[in-house]
């Protein structure tokens, strides 16, 4: 999940193949000498004498660099924040760790759902816990209150943007997160001038909303894109945009707007589903709960959910592990205690505390600054640390999983280059590590900021430089 130009756009345009785009050559191995020249061939194009690239390329053992520009120096990361965000929750919380979704209740007939944060609660879970209830002979409930107080601090990061918070990828995290905080749609052609035909993928949040309409569907030649809003003061729901007749229909995502009071309710419908009667619902914070537990769900292991952080790029997992590692120690502000921990964690492990600087744990922000050195040390660390195959089994893998699993296709990356990708307007990022056939493993960050290129165009250089990389030989 991340920002790519728009609100909650998922551009479909297809951008034709720039004239001065000349893909280096990757068809013969090169030596490690040849490595610089060729680097510099790609990053001192004209369309980039305007832009950033900070660089580093280093052999995982034992550290011998093989290119370097800027790389001490602070870049816009993006998503590549999940990299440290993942690291210091897998080596704080161990692979096993999982979050708990608990529910008590007390003599008046009272039930307290107590939520920690776990992203992955949808209405499966819910159920789950209303047959444990049912099971207990509970078959009315005087009042459903819902306790969101584990995390503290606002669920929304101040620093992301204005159409940032109305997607689903920037959701609100509060303690009772159900279907990730996301409305979402699915956006259908249809025949050629007529709108988009909209429906929702859970029926039941379709309560209460309006949806205002704007798209069409156009003939089979003409560019594709989406968007999706959600007013912040009423309960609409904008789309927009255009698909070709005939396409496949596109999903959309928008940001829920009361969060804790949309799990309750939910909850209450799946509750009254089962037999169960609700008399009142309600919502407290800073509530003493009964220690009576009478159900309970947990996550699954803290291994499967950073997989998700990384192999998907979502924000709402590396936003609610960020929280989740600022309760341990502390009751402030979650972020902040969050961040503090990252910085306090990594800095143990040997990871340089003045070479990056967090105000979030997904990368969303465009305040996020981190060194290229830095997410290579992180990488570097990572690699020789006792959680080091669940940290890299969590990466996308070239053009087999993830956000790399359409990138690199029918080339000499696939199956050898295990990478986190970060996009912003302006950003483009890939960090992680290569294993060439011929030549030793390596670890490499590559960023590029400041740009107003294409995704596409940006992207399409980054992956030279990583084919290059791929076709690394021994040379004496």
């Known amino acids: 999940m991340k920002k790519i130009l728009l609100s909650s756009l998922i551009s479909l345009v297809t951008v034709s193949q720039p004239v001065w785009s000349q893909t280096v050559s990757t068809s013969k191995s090169i030596c490690p ?10 990053v001192n194009r004209p369309q980039f004498q305007r832009s950033r690239w900070g660089i580093l390329i280093e052999t995982l053992t034992p550290g011998t660099t093989l290119y370097h520009r800027d790389s001490q120096y602070y870049f816009i990361p993006a998503s590549t924040v999940k990299l440290l965000t993942t690291a210091a929750t897998l080596q704080k919380l161990g692979a096993n760790f999982r979050i708990r979704t608990s529910v008590y209740g007390d003599n008046q007939g009272n039930i307290y759902i107590v939520g920690r944060g776990d992203p992955t609660l949808t209405e499966t879970q819910l159920k789950d816990l209303a047959q444990q209830l049912k099971n207990k002979g509970i078959n009315q409930i005087n009042q459903l209150i819902a306790v969101d107080s584990y995390f503290t601090g606002s669920p929304i990061n101040s620093t ?109 419908q799946v509750l009254v589903m089962s037999g169960i009667q609700v008399l009142k619902t309600s919502i407290a914070s800073n509530f003493t709960y009964p220690s009576q537990e009478l159900a309970w769900v947990e996550s699954p292991p803290l291994a499967e959910l950073i997989k998700t952080v990384n192999l998907e790029s979502n924000n709402v997992f590396a936003e609610s592990l960020l929280r989740t590692l ?10 902040e205690s969050g961040l503090k921990e990252i910085q306090s964690i990594l800095t143990q492990l040997g990871v340089n505390p003045n070479g990056y600087h967090l105000v979030d744990g997904s990368g969303l922000s465009q305040n996020n600054l981190i060194s290229p ?83 596409q165009q940006i992207r399409q250089s980054i992956d030279e430089i990583v084919l290059l990389l791929t076709q690394l030989k021994s040379c004496f």
């Not at 000498?33 to 790609?42: K, S």
């Not at 993928?201 to 309560?207: F, L, N, S, Y």
């Not at 999706?228 to 928008?254: C, F, K, N, T, W």
């Not at 341990?328 to 502000?333: A, E, F, H, P, W």
């Open 33 to 42: 000498t040849e490595v610089e020249p060729a680097i510099n061939t790609i």
């Open 160 to 268: 992301w943007q204005w159409e940032d918070v109305q997607a689903g990828y920037g959701a609100p995290i509060n303690s009772l997160i159900l279907n990730q905080n996301s409305l979402d749609l699915i956006l259908s052609p249809q025949s050629v001038g007529q709108p988009l035909n909209v429906t929702w993928v859970r029926p039941e949040q379709a309560t209460g909303w309006t949806i205002e309409n704007q798209t069409r569907t156009v003939s089979k030649n003409e560019p594709e894109f989406v968007e999706i809003g959600r007013d912040l003061s009423q309960p609409i729901i904008r789309v927009s945009g255009q698909l070709r007749v005939g396409a496949e229909p596109e999903p959309v995502y928008a940001a829920v707007v009361e969060p804790t009071n949309n799990f309750i309710q939910e909850f209450k």
């Open 326 to 335: 600022g309760v341990q120690n502390s009751r402030s502000d979650s972020v």
């Open 373 to 455: 050195l830095t997410l290579v040390q992180t990488l570097r660390i990572m690699a020789s640390s006792p959680v080091a195959e669940f940290y890299q089994n969590s990466l996308p893998i070239a053009g087999i999983s993830g956000a790399l699993k359409a990138r690199f296709q029918d080339s000499s990356a696939v199956g050898i280059v295990q990478a986190k990708t970060g996009t912003l307007t302006g950003v483009s990022a890939l960090a992680g590590y290569i294993n060439p056939p011929n030549y030793q493993p390596l670890i490499f960050s590559i960023t590029i900021n400041q740009t107003n290129l294409s995704s």
